[in-house]
């Protein structure tokens, strides 16, 4: 299985401030295709996951472009350009080059 | 708009069995691959199973392997998980995710249901 680590586990934010967080996996999540496999998620308080990023850096529909995502191979990172009070949450890695899909611990960010 | 309401959620005792349905609206529903993906109080994210868009091929986390079954109804919209023998550690709640067009990964998530197992 591909294993997904990301770091921190945790940030505090001061509002207007950027945030980044990164992602690892075990092997390349580069496919023959040339496409990347690697997906970032947003978990509000009581709320399910709802897609920020996929392919590495494509914003989802009705992501805000404070929200970027950069990397290949093994390694990629999630940008916050401005961090806003509603982007409090845990934010998990996603890889799906291949099965089982495997997400990483996830980072939690909250609001200083 | 893509909707996704999982039922069936309860509380069971452990050897029980449940079956979780998630209906789906907003989408051709039979063109894209669709998962279970389960989260156990306070934990992070576990992908269960996927089934691709014609029912054909299915796949399942080693920890569901041979209790869990994913299948589903395209006349109806309709995505089904059948949980055997279940165990304390599957308690969780338990969503259900619709495919991007080029990969299992999801892009819309429902709201989930809560399995509980205890006795």
Not at chain 1, 20 to 39: R, V
Not at chain 1, 53 to 76: C, I, M
Not at chain 1, 96 to 106: E, K
Not at chain 2, 14 to 39: K, N
Request: glycine share 10%.
């Amino acid at each position: 299985d591909v294993v997904m680590t990301q770091s921190p586990l945790s940030l505090s934010v001061t509002p207007g401030q950027p945030a980044s967080i990164s992602c690892k996996s075990s092997q390349s999540l580069l496919h023959s295709n040339g496409e990347t496999y690697l997906y970032w998620y947003l978990q509000k308080a009581g709320q399910p996951p709802q897609l920020l990023l996929y392919e590495v850096s494509k914003r989802f529909s009705g992501v805000p472009d404070r929200f970027s995502g950069s990397g290949s191979g093994t390694d990629f990172t999630l940008k916050i350009s401005r961090v806003e009070a509603e982007d409090v949450g845990v934010y998990y890695c996603l890889q799906s080059i291949q099965l089982p899909l495997t997400f990483g611990p996830g980072t939690k960010v909250d609001i200083k | 708009e893509v909707q996704l309401l999982e039922s069936g959620g309860d509380l069971v005792q452990p050897g029980g069995s449940l079956r979780l349905s998630c209906a789906a609206s907003g989408f051709t529903f039979s063109s894209y691959a669709m998962s279970w993906v389960r989260q156990a109080p306070g934990k992070g994210l576990e992908w269960v199973s996927r089934i691709g868009g014609s029912g054909g091929s299915t796949y399942y986390a080693d920890s569901v392997k041979g209790r869990f079954t994913i299948s589903r109804d395209n006349s109806k919209n309709t995505l089904y998980l059948q949980m055997n023998s279940l165990r304390a550690e599957d308690t969780a709640i338990y969503y259900c995710a619709k495919g991007t067009a080029s990969a299992t990964a999801p892009d819309y998530w429902g709201q989930g249901t809560l399995v509980s197992v205890s006795s």
